[in-house]
């Protein structure tokens, strides 16, 4: 991803490949790998990777981004590109690994390599916190942690750097040699093994051994006893072992975890003597990576009060970029991970993925990155910035301000986080997306706050990584050439509007649909430029679809005589024949064939650019009988309408669960619906699909109450024997069914499920605490991936469909991406 001066030549000898190359002693620095998001195009060189998707079908965009370079694993696209240079390889992830490997191997540092299932993230990021001071250091970005991951982190080490912290992740046996190969790590840490993931996995003792493969070679290894029980310390790889336990004898033995109000404070013995240390955390997960960053610093000789005066300031690191509502309609994107020019150009294009105001602007810090001069890393960002069309820069940082006249752009420069708060109130912000990105030290979660809203105690978090993920499922699943509607009706299933629109359209699906005109409206006013169809189109709002360009479904020779009347000179506008196969809904059915055949023959003011139609039990295999007979009736009467239209429309009928059930009614098109938010009922427990949506709450107050005493409306709750209750701030009206009431509902409290107690109020819920500890001010989650929909869906004997639609608007949506 980086500064490396290689030639298109070496690395071809490098290689030992095939070339066609143009200019040979083009430098190359970044490899790419995703055409989106390209850095410098003519130092790029762009691998063909195949895994959901053909990587060669992106050469063309690619190209359109001015990369010139590219490794290739079909010949052809060499005739295609005569000014490109191309490298032909066998296997396009194996050359970038060996170009990774290769580059590794000319240097000597220091390198820590993280494995295990959780926590390898936030080790790495704390870890780089803690020795920072110390080292210069290059670490994987994010959790680049994959066999594409690793190779991306390593190509970014250079000569200035004397430490690399890098993590590897596998998913099945076979993948670690590869990944260790290319680390090489001096220092390994075992974060932990879960039982989860465990499917590419014959036992958990062939997960640990494939994991421990990373550290053959170490020098050291750092671990919990705990997690390796399936083997005996010999059988462990490293020279030297550093172990960590609560629970039995270690090297750095835990014998007290003691929670303070907002961190904990830990004693261990080690060396035969009792040491302490304070992490500014209290949850679980991150008291066991602190024990492991404990470890580490011991293990490589920092003394205890060094260690402990670096872990008490830790802080917390977040890898997600934030998208939420700010002041003024403004769009606030949040990014306080790192402040290097890579993350620089991921929050860029995810601010060019988020079209909903024309206008964008950055606030930035200054940045530090090793290696070149502020001379060249300003250079590189005033031209990142111009060719991600952002309208206005405010920098922050009496240092960045010296190189203003580098930037093309509306600018403003303040001295420091400070400056800017003084001059807030003067500063126009309105209609636009504003992304927030400063390195730790300038503090611009200060910034952040003054832009956003106020956030209320109740929050819908999005990860729209997952519902990426979920798309590239379905993608996985459909035959080539099929294309996908995204069903983004009902403010996408509940989870937003233009946020989600915006996502799908960046990652190139072919249509959107809607329920009704306004929405479809209110993503044309957001940018959105994808078909849009509408499905309940009603008269009223013809002019408004024809204006915004929107497609109506069209269901009954009513409806098609008034749009054609509200059509006045437009030829060929497109319309969506929706023909009723047995849901008795919408829709054409046989009986009205002649009458519409009637009206399109010869009609060029319209255009029928679907034909459909809406299987009723696609996902149930009761009723397969009857799926397969909407199918072929479907066909009937579509192939009936092609015959006398002397064209072919695009033929639909799967939704969700009909994709993988019903391979052969893929068609030309999928309407892919809840399956993209992370539910398909044909295929529960899916590892593959992943959870879109977390909703959270907070407690407000908690009361102990005395036996016999009830709790809320009507007496409802009573507590014979006393206890405690909670009251967090989530009722009806935040869509939160009366039905959950008196026990019915749970939320996870501290990890701990808890029921409600009582009825539900319009906008407070009172849960049963007896037995736990819990604070004002604690997290209550009011379903996550462990307590999910699907289950609060049959707690009160509903679908997941109708939980998610009726989370109200007042429920705050935050979006998150990384
Ligand atoms: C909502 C809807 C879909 C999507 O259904 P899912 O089960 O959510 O995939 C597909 N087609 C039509 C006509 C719909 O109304």
Known sequence: MQHQNYTVTELAQILNSQTKLIDGQVVIKYLAIDSRSVLVPEHSLFFALSSHRDGHDFITDAYAKQIRNFVITKPDYVEQYPDCNFILVENALTALQTLAAHHRKQFTLKTIGITGSNGKTIVKEWLYQLLATDFNIVRSPKSYNSQVGVPLSVWQIDAENNLGIFEAGISSVNEMQTLAEIIEPEIGILTNINEAHAEGFPSKKEKLIEKLKLFKNADLLIYSPEYTNELVVNELPGKRKFSWSSKQGA??????????????SLRAIYQDVEIECTLPFKDKASIENGIICWATLLAIGYTPAQSNLRLEKLSHVSMRLELKNGINQCSIIDDSYSADISSLAIALDFLNQQNQHPKKTVILSELF???????????????????KKVNRLIGIGAHLSKYASLFNLETQFFDDTNAF?????????????????????????????????????????????????????????IKSGVKIMAMVKAFSYGSGSFEIANLLQFHKVDYLA?????????????????PIMVMSPEESAFEAIIKHHLEPEIYSIEILNAFVNALSNQTNYPIHIKIDSGMHRLGFDEAELDQLIDL??????????????????????????????????????????????????????????????????????????????????AISNNPSLQTTMVLKTTVTQVKTLNAGETVGYSRKGVMPNGGKIATVKIGYADGYNRAFGNGVGKMLINGQLVPT???????????????LDVQPGDEAIVFNQEHSIVDLAAEINTIPYEILTNISQRVKRVYFYE
């Open 369 to 387: 990155e090793t290696g070149r001069s502020d001379q060249d890393l300003y250079t590189e960002i005033a031209d990142l910035l111009k060719q």
């Open 757 to 771: 107690i009582g009825s539900i109020c319009m906008d407070m819920t009172m849960l049963d605490v007896s037995n």
């Open 514 to 530: 809607v329920a009704y005109a306004d929405e479809g409206i209110a993503l044309r006013k957001a940018g959105i430029t994808l």
């Open 421 to 477: 708060v003084t001059a807030f109130p003067s500063i126009q912000f309105s209609h636009e997306t504003i992304l927030v990105k400063g390195a730790r030290r300038f503090e611009f979660a200060r910034i952040s706050k003054l832009l956003t809203q106020k956030i209320h105690d109740t929050v819908l978090e999005i990860d729209l990584n997952a519902m990426v993920n979920n798309l590239q499922f379905y993608r996985s699943k």
């Open 600 to 681: 399109l023959k010869g009609n060029d003011n319209i255009k029928v650019e679907s034909i459909f139609s809406h299987l009723v039990a696609s996902g149930e295999s009761q009723h397969d009988e009857y799926s397969q007979q909407q199918i072929s009736t479907f066909k009937i009467i579509a192939n009936r309408l092609i015959e006398i239209l002397g064209y072919k429309p695009l033929l639909h009928i799967s939704n969700t669960s009909g994709i993988s059930r019903w391979p052969d009614a893929q068609m030309d098109m999928v309407r892919l619906g809840i399956g993209l938010y992370g539910f398909d009922a």
């Open 251 to 264: 090297d750095l033995r835990i014998i007290a975890v003691e929670p303070l109000e907002d961190k904990c």
